[in-house]
């Protein structure tokens, strides 16, 4: 079976601080992977995708995430954070399950940004 | 280039009756998916519609269904309401069924009452 742990369900940083949001999962075959921002009342939408090619993704608003496939993670960082980062952060591996695509979600982490 | 949309924004509703949730994808898109937010429980896939067929369903009562329309849009009806189907229902599209990234809508926040 594949899966996605969030090892963090709330994350409180100040503001202009790093921050590491955790993800791994569990597959045996290759996976493709996604990071998604959920703010207040809104939709998903799109951080980044590792899809192949370099393990370091750069994606929006100034977040990376780096593809470790040794140890099955996928962490998300940003150098310094802001207010306006303070959303939900949502891991997901896309799989092609007998001809089938599914994205499988993470519990989700909540980055509180403090002033 | 236009997002996915969703309507209604909100939608209340009371235990029993059936609520009728619709979306637009981005243009070019042939793949619909079908998402529950609900308090707790994260997101769960609920439905995958793709050129007019439904093609994968996750582990949800029958009494949610839906279908695909020949320009891709997509409805999703939920019968029999019941108190924990009070959730936000997120739509997303894809390019087509070989598509990894999928583009979500904003949603429709379902109250049952």
């Known amino acids: 079976a594949q899966s996605v742990t969030q090892l963090d369900s709330q994350v409180p940083v100040f503001e202009e601080a790093p921050v590491e949001l955790r993800c791994n999962y569990s597959?045996?075959?290759?996976?493709?992977l996604f990071w998604y921002v959920q703010y207040p009342n809104q939709g998903l939408q799109l951080l980044l995708k590792y899809l192949s090619g370099s393990t370091l993704v750069k994606g929006i608003n100034g977040f990376e995430a780096e593809f470790n496939k040794s140890q099955t993670s996928f962490h998300l960082r940003k150098p310094s954070v802001h207010i306006s980062d303070t959303a939900e952060y949502f891991c997901?591996?896309?799989?092609?399950?007998?001809?089938?695509?599914?994205?499988?979600f993470g519990q989700g982490t909540r980055l509180t940004i403090n002033p | 280039e236009a997002g996915v949309t969703q309507s209604p924004t909100h939608l209340i509703k009371t235990r029993g009756q059936q609520a009728t949730l619709r979306c637009s994808p981005i243009s070019g898109h042939t793949s619909v998916y079908w998402y529950q937010q609900a308090l707790g429980l994260g997101l769960q896939f609920l439905l995958w519609?793709?050129?007019?067929?439904?093609?994968n369903r996750g582990n949800f009562p029958p009494r949610f269904s839906g279908r695909q329309f020949p320009n891709y849009s997509s409805e999703l009806n939920v019968n029999a309401l019941e108190l924990e189907d009070s959730a936000l229902y997120l739509c997303?599209?894809?390019?087509?069924?070989?598509?990894?990234?999928?583009?979500f809508g904003p949603g429709t926040r379902l109250t049952v009452t």
């Open positions: 597959s045996s075959v290759s996976v493709y």
């Open positions: 519609y793709d050129e007019g067929e439904e093609r």
């Open positions: 997901a591996v896309s799989l092609i399950i007998q001809g089938a695509q599914k994205l499988v």
């Open positions: 997303a599209s894809s390019l087509d069924r070989g598509a990894y990234e999928q583009y």
